[in-house]
């Protein structure tokens, strides 16, 4: 079962002037091989590559740990954010049920409910513990930095929570990290305390981590065959080591999305026709947007550069997104991420015969209904000479969930060497966290706090 990709309506033979000629193609060709040839060069220190191929230790030591603990919680809680969180969101929702943690333990195989605290909301974390008892959770805590205030504010919260209600020793069996084995914070207070650990690999950055123990262990928690994810990366891998643009669809993945961006599609909307895959979408804007979005080139000039990425849902988002998306400014790709067969089938009964409006729909499938909805969006997209494109699960399983994520990462490195610029750091969310620290007093930030002191105040005449 192969993830595919049709890129037709794209091209100007479908969409007229709006598409990618020929022309496009040859000028991107100086860019392409050099981005070919980084890719190839920079392979070993993208150690996120080879998650698919050298996990079995780690795969067999986590299958290991949630046999030995599930039965003892009720909840399994990721403390985590970016890189950290949209993961694990993403192929919960893709892979098991959508009311998962609504189930009884028994539909859930025995395994925990999962639950991400990403966001530092006063209110989460407050109406979690209203849900879940905190004795009850295995929380893990995943931050490479070892020093994201957010993750470790809520760690900090949770450690003195279970201490005081367990103890230093009980309380130490119910937290596991996922860090850096030696820079950051996160490290030396395992050292310290004896959590049970895992490791974030070198040369693998947070968006990128979704493949190894930053995504596995949670994903294992919740029942997930984490053998069939990286089975299916690894096929994807295969399909993309090729350096012909024509043979390896996250090459070309990118070189379209590169190629629409010189005229002016300065926003991806990546939009699933499956509500498993709505969180994909959530995903793959932290990879396009943080890994793309850039002031300086790899020379160190000045560009600016980025693509927006936009989350759409089909069909719903056809009551809502797709009237800009067709009549709006011409400033758009949109993928549509389809699926061929649905894992459930539901049919609608032959009422209202006599209504023209809804007796067609008698005796069609929902499965059927959603198929021609993004067939229809496709043909009425292509009709008002909107760039799309499809990609095609053929079913979602852990191994096509596998291809595409890993799709997507491949993707987003090329982008970045197609536009000669560093896509693995993110200097831009630098100067905010900076200024939190500022805010705070945090020793080594005074003259941050300065810089901000000093900064115009605000004018009163424009609050309203
Ligand atoms: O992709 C990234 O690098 C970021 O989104 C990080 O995942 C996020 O900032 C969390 O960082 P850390 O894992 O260091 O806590």
Known sequence: MELRMDYNNVLD?????EGLAQADFDALKPAAERASKMMADNRPSMKWRELPHNQAEIV??????VTEMKGDIDAFVVLGIGGSALGPMAVQQALNHPFYNELPREKRNGFPKLYVVDNVDPERLVYLFQTVDPVRCLFNVISKSGS?????SQFMIIKEMLEKRLGKEAARKRIVCTTDKEKGNLIKIVREEGYKYYIVPDGVGGRFSQLCPVGLLPAAFCGIDIEGLLEGAAQ???????????????YMFAALHMMALGKGKNITVVMPYADSLKYISDWFAQLWGESLGKHFDLE???????????????????HS?????AEGPFDKIIVLVGVDEYRETITIPKLYEDMPSLGFLGGVTHNELIKNEQLATEYALTKANRMNMTLTLPRVTPQTLGQLL????????????L???????????EEGKNATYALFGRPGYEAKKAEMDAAPPKDGKYIM
Do not use: H, W
Request: aromatic share 12%; charged share 20%; hydrophobic share 35%.
């Open 13 to 17: 033979s479908r969409i007229g002037t």
């Open 406 to 417: 890993y799709f997507f990462e491949v993707a987003t490195a090329y982008a970045g060497y």
């Open 300 to 318: 160190g000039n000045v560009v600016n550069v980025g693509q927006t990425p936009v989350k759409a849902l089909g069909v719903t988002d056809q």
């Open 60 to 65: 067999a030591d986590i299958k290991a740990y």
């Open 419 to 429: 536009l000669n610029i560093d896509p693995f750091d993110q200097p831009g969310v």
């Open 236 to 250: 994807m891998d295969e399909r993309c080591k090729s350096p012909c643009i024509y043979e390896n669809p996250a």
């Open 321 to 325: 997104q797709v009237q800009l998306y």
């Open 148 to 152: 994201t205030s957010e993750t470790m």
